[in-house]
């Protein structure tokens, strides 16, 4: 079965701007789960949701958002983009919350500029 | 707040040695825990769940409750292990993942 898509895989926007990033997870998952990823802070947890509802949120300002469609797809957005958004956005999804683990994509690059 | 911690952010070990890479973790409830490795070029995979108490690749890990670590353990590496191994927690009711910072093993020939 096809895995997870994240789109598009490349991204390059100017501060200030914002940006749309999307997910479609594996058929039948319920849970999706978005993380930064940068060098220098590793992978950090954005947010996740499960059956369109946020269920947890990361450390992270109000600019990131997201939401989940009733068909599972999610979008995160970020406004008012800086330069430190520069990173790959991973998203990553589960059948029931986390249960049997997390199925990553393979990430939309953000470049800032 | 829950924190995955990796000692070692590289590792290099010779073909056919032992390896163990260390996760320690800080959490007051009851956890699930994850190894995912990416390989070159590859997106992030699920090697070992701590519940499945399987061996993948070779690799096993034994949660340890009392010295809160799960370290990732392969008795002879390969080269093909060389790749970024990462160690994750879900709290009970799966609210996304806490992830290590990551160790890069590299396999030696």
């Known amino acids: 079965k096809a895995g997870v898509t994240q789109t598009p895989r490349y991204l390059i926007k100017t501060r200030g701007q914002q940006v749309t990033l999307s997910c479609s997870p594996i058929?039948?998952?319920?849970?999706v789960s978005w993380y930064q990823q940068t060098p220098g802070q590793g992978l950090q947890f954005l947010f996740e949701?499960?059956?369109?509802?946020?269920?947890n949120k990361g450390n992270f300002p109000g600019r990131f958002s997201g939401r989940q469609f009733s068909n599972s797809r999610s979008e995160m957005n970020v406004s008012t983009l800086e330069l430190g958004d520069s990173a790959l956005y991973l998203c990553?999804?589960?059948?029931?919350?986390?249960?049997?683990?997390?199925?990553f994509g393979s990430g939309t690059r953000l470049t800032v500029v | 707040a829950q924190r995955v911690t990796q000692p070692e952010k590289l590792l290099s070990v010779f073909k056919g040695a032992p390896v163990e890479l260390k996760c320690n973790y800080s959490?007051?409830?009851?956890?699930?825990l994850f190894w995912y490795v990416q390989y070159s070029r590859q997106r992030l995979q699920l090697l070992l769940r701590?519940?499945s108490r399987e061996s993948i690749k070779g690799f096993t890990a034994d949660l340890n409750k009392g010295e809160t670590s799960f370290h990732l353990k392969k008795p002879f590496a390969q080269e093909e292990d060389s790749a970024m191994y990462y160690c994750?927690?879900?709290?009970?009711?799966?609210?996304?993942?806490?992830f290590g910072k990551g160790t890069h093993l590299i396999i030696q020939p």
């Open positions: 949701y499960f059956s369109e509802t946020q269920r």
């Open positions: 959490y007051s409830g009851s956890p699930e």
């Open positions: 994750a927690l879900a709290k009970g009711g799966a609210d996304g993942l806490t």
């Open positions: 990553a999804s589960s059948w029931d919350r986390g249960a049997g683990g997390y199925t």
């Open positions: 058929s039948g998952h319920r849970s």
């Open positions: 701590h519940i």
